[in-house]
């Protein structure tokens, strides 16, 4: 029997190459992302290359209604989610006093309170079944804090303290949770972002495909924190024993360059 992998954030970057990935699994999709032509290009594609079913419902999680009506059209429509892939998310440059509130807003609506309220939607039928796999997107920005991108960097650090914490509460359910940590990918973030990828050459920037395979595979395992890359695994292993003045120093020299 065919699964059901439900992907927000799914018209670009990592969201399109984790449909993609599960698409080659012949697992069905419900596609969720604000831009709904894009939606559709990716679902023509992916149906040229697929005998799977895939449904387009657009939504702008930074509206707090979104998740509700997510939950709603899948009981609706009798669609049952194995695979919840909490992608969308987005980050800001700029000082904090000086950043516009209002996208802070959102972003704290779509990095967090959108992925929380999708996971707990959906994961009492996942226990119910014993079944089912939880991937939540943070980023290494989740282990310091962020200068520059105080509100973002904050976000992921709830994301992955959330993920973790779920995680442990599940075992022994049949149901996993995992959070994708990736360092700087190809994606649209860095234009949404306001600043340029060229910042981050000495670390790599890594494709999304590569990114979404390698979170794939986690989530599939059960691995619960995933950091993708090498260099980022030893970054992250440095921080751990260098002084938060310092840590705080290096990211804002990065940001700023």
């Not at 996993?176 to 340029?196: H, I, K, N």
Request: net charge positive; aromatic share 10%; glycine share 8%.
């Amino acid at each position: 029997m065919s699964k059901t992998a439900l992907i927000t954030g799914a018209s670009s970057g990592l969201g399109v190459e984790f449909a993609k990935i599960h698409a080659g699994h012949g697992d069905n999709l419900v596609l969720i992302a604000r831009r709904e032509d894009k939606l559709n290009q990716l679902k023509n594609d992916l149906l040229n290359h697929h005998d799977i079913d895939i449904v387009v419902f657009p939504q702008d999680l930074s509206n707090p209604e979104s998740t509700g009506n997510i939950r709603d059209f899948c009981n609706d429509n009798d669609i049952h989610i194995d695979y919840l892939i909490n992608n969308a998310g987005f980050g800001g440059y700029g000082y904090f006093h000086e950043t516009d509130a209002g996208r802070y807003d959102n972003m704290m609506k779509v990095n967090m309170l959108a992925l929380t309220r999708l996971t707990r939607a959906f994961l009492p039928d996942m226990v119910k079944c014993k079944s089912g796999r939880i991937l939540n997107i943070a980023s290494t920005a989740a282990f310091v804090p962020g200068p520059m991108q105080a509100v973002y960097y904050a976000s992921k650090a709830y994301v992955l303290s959330f993920t973790e914490a779920v995680a442990n509460e599940l075992q022994g359910t049949g149901v996993s949770a995992t959070v994708l940590c990736p360092g700087a990918t190809r994606t649209e973030f860095f234009d949404v972002a306001g600043f340029d990828e060229s910042s981050f050459k000495l670390m790599g920037v890594a494709s999304a495909k590569s990114c979404a395979e390698y979170g794939y595979k986690s989530m599939m395992n059960g691995k619960v924190v995933a950091i993708h890359g090498f260099r980022n695994k030893l970054m992250l292993f440095t921080i751990r024993f260098s002084p938060r003045w310092l840590v705080r120093r290096i990211v804002r020299s990065m940001q700023q360059q």
